[in-house]
Structures are given as C-alpha cells and as structure tokens.
C-alpha cells in the first residue's frame, strides 16, 4: 500500500484531533510534518509531535495537507494553502475561506464523496454544523427529496477553538469560586477573562450569536449553514433557515432540525432510511444522545424523529455529533483516506 507524505497545519483543537484521526484510523503515512505559527514540540495521546514553525519555504515533498490553522487574511489556509498546492500538494482545509468557490470540492463522505475526484489541489471541509446536519439528512434528500430545512443549533465553546473552550472553563471556575458565599441575586454576572470570545458571558448562558451579523439579521454561521447544505446536496431549491446558538456545553453540537420532504413519507419511511444512513446512529425509542456522552466518538446521533401534526411530510430530528471529530477532523481524514482510493 503507497504510504504518503502529510502535513497538519495548526494544532489548535481541531489540528489536535487530526493528529489523533490520522493514527486511530491507521493513515498511510510515510513521513508527518506538523506545522503552526511557532516551533515547539507537543505530546498527544503519549506521542511527542515536533511543530516546525510555518515559513515560505518549507512544503517541498508534502502530498497531502490538511489545514486547521485560522480563517481570514492572517490565517494559514489564505497565506500558504496554494504555495502547498504549488509544491505539488493536495490541500484540505478546514475554514471558511475557500468553501464556496466554485472549482473547490465541498465534501461530507457521506453525501458526496465522488466531489472528491474534481479537485484542482484544493478540498474544503465544511462548517462543524453543516456536516452533522449532512449526515443526518442526506440519505432523506436522496430517497424524497427535501423541500424545507429549518435548523436551530446548540453549539459548543470548542466550536469557536481552544480559547473559547478555555473561556468558559475560566467563567464558570470564576463564577463559582467568587459567588459560592454570595445570596443567588448578589452574584455579579460580570467575568473578566483574558480570553475574549464571546460578546457575552458563556458560562450559565447562551448566545443566539454565532459569527457576525449580516444585513438581513442572519449571522455569518446562519448563512454557512444554507449556502453549504445548497452546495453540498446540489440543491439551491431547498428552502433553508437556521438559528445558530452558542451554548455552555465544552464539546458536540446539538441541533433541532425541522424538514419536508418533496415525495410523500411517512414516519416508518424516515426511520428506515436514518437506520440505514451512513455514519449515523439512529434512537428507535425514547432516548436520545447528549453532547458529554458523544464527546470523542465518530458518529453523528439521530434521535426523537417526530412527524409534525399539523403539516404533511414534515418531521423534526435532534442530532448530535462530537463537533471537532466528525464536525471537522475526522471529516477531513475521510476527505484524505478517499485521495488514497
Ligand atoms: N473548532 C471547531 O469545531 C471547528 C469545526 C470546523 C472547522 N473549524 C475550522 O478549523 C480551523 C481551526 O480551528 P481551531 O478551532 O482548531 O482553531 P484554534 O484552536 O484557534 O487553533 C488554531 C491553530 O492554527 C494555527 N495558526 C493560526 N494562524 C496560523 C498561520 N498563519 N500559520 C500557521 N498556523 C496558524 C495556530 O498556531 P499557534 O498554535 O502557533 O498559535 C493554532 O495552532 C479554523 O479554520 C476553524 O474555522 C473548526
């Protein structure tokens, strides 16, 4: 079997878990490079990975590169995902900036994977809660056809990288240390971090912020999440809208998903189709999955189908999924085991 060389870009929580991916699934690799804006060395999971600093001239060799460094102009992906590709490297990256152009694959395994072949030495991984919704719906879309989403998410500090985990590690440690001798109307909400995130307090909270907002009231994640899911299934004619919400939970989000079906379907029909989907695991009965119990796993959890009362060939699903494995890593992993096809 050809054995590859890789390169991780950033080791933030996303590169971390890539690193972890790249070994648990057994990855082809010859030779791993790791890069990120400063040289030093990290251990993960008892393994000692050294960390070159980034710098214009060190990607020759490099086949596959999967990118997790920051998004935007200051961010790894736009200052060296093409001198990778220039080197000869196929690039897959896990930001925002390069998703949406039009000769860079968008790719859930799951849904698309052929998208895969049409690379031009870039592959975007979608956004965390575009990818579990994916998984969830696309054997849906593909059996009935989707005419409708309506999706509100419950995201987790980890989401927003290591900081904005960190953030609300320290507010709730704050919190409870100042306020423990205080009556419940005298604690001071107020926490001072040094890891400014969040436009508000986290911890004991949630935001119905996720990214900045746009004119039409959206947010930026509220318009990946439709934008994406277009691309992804190939299908400008579903109607889509979201409400993304950052809440107090560390790692997985969990999303509440109404959707209508184009043909007729009925309950058993909806359950038979996410019994059967690719990479989901699906509650027949009554219980259902909670981020702290899918933190670390690869699947995405579907649970709660309900059909609507009122409205024909509509359903609601709850769905959760480890956000920094299957919302970004593993994704990326898969999205590098199928170059190896
Ligand atoms: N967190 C999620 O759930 C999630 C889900 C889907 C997609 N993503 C995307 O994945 C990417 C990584 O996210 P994250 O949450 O892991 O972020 P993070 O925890 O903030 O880590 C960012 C990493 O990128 C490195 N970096 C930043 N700018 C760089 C540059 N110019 N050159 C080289 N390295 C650079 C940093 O290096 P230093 O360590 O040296 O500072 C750090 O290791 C982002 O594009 C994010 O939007 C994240």
Redesign the pocket.
């Known amino acids: 079997m050809k054995k590859y060389h890789v390169a991780v ?7 971390i878990e890539i690193l972890k991916c790249l070994k648990s699934r057994s990855f082809p690799i010859a030779n791993l490079r790791v ?4 040289a030093r060395a990290i251990e993960v999971e008892g393994i000692e990975y050294e960390v070159e600093a ?1 710098g214009d001239e060190r990607f020759d060799g490099v086949e596959i590169a999967l990118f ?4 935007g102009e ?3 992906s736009k ?2 995902a093409h001198k990778f590709i220039e080197k000869g490297a196929i690039v897959v990256d ?3 900036d390069f998703r949406l152009e039009h000769d860079v694959p968008l790719v859930v395994p799951e849904a698309n994977r052929d998208a895969v072949k049409n690379h031009k030495g870039l592959i975007a ?1 979608p ?2 809660t575009t990818i579990q919704a994916i998984v969830a719906l696309c054997g849906i879309h593909r059996e009935f056809g989707l005419e409708r989403i309506l999706l509100t998410s419950f995201q987790a500090t ?2 927003a ?3 904005a985990a960190m953030k609300l590690w320290e507010e709730a440690r704050t919190l409870v240390n100042i306020n423990r001798n205080k009556e419940f109307d005298e604690i001071h909400k107020d926490v001072d971090s040094e890891f400014d995130v969040f436009s508000h307090q986290i911890a004991f909270n949630v935001i119905p912020q996720i990214g900045g907002f746009a004119e039409d009231g959206y947010t930026s994640e509220e318009w990946k999440v439709v934008n994406e899911t277009h691309k992804i299934l190939n299908d400008d004619s579903i109607r889509i809208s979201s409400t993304c919400v950052r809440v107090p939970v560390f790692t997985a989000h969990s999303e509440a998903i109404y959707f209508e079906t184009k043909k007729d379907a009925d309950h058993a029909q909806i359950e038979k189709v996410l019994k059967d989907s690719e990479g989901v695991k699906y509650f027949a009965d009554s219980s259902f999955p909670l981020p702290l119990e899918v933190e670390g796993t690869d699947l995405t959890y579907v649970a709660r189908l309900r059909r609507d009362p009122f409205n024909k060939n509509c359903f609601w699903i709850w769905v959760v999924a480890d ?2 494995r299957k ?2 890593a593993l994704n990326a992993v898969q999205i590098a085991e199928e170059l190896t096809k």
């Open positions: 870009v950033g080791v933030g929580v996303v590169g890069f990120a804006r400063s980034i997790a460094g920051t998004e200051k961010g790894a200052l060296y896990n930001g925002a991984n956004n965390c980890s989401g990288g290591k900081k956000n920094l919302g970004a």
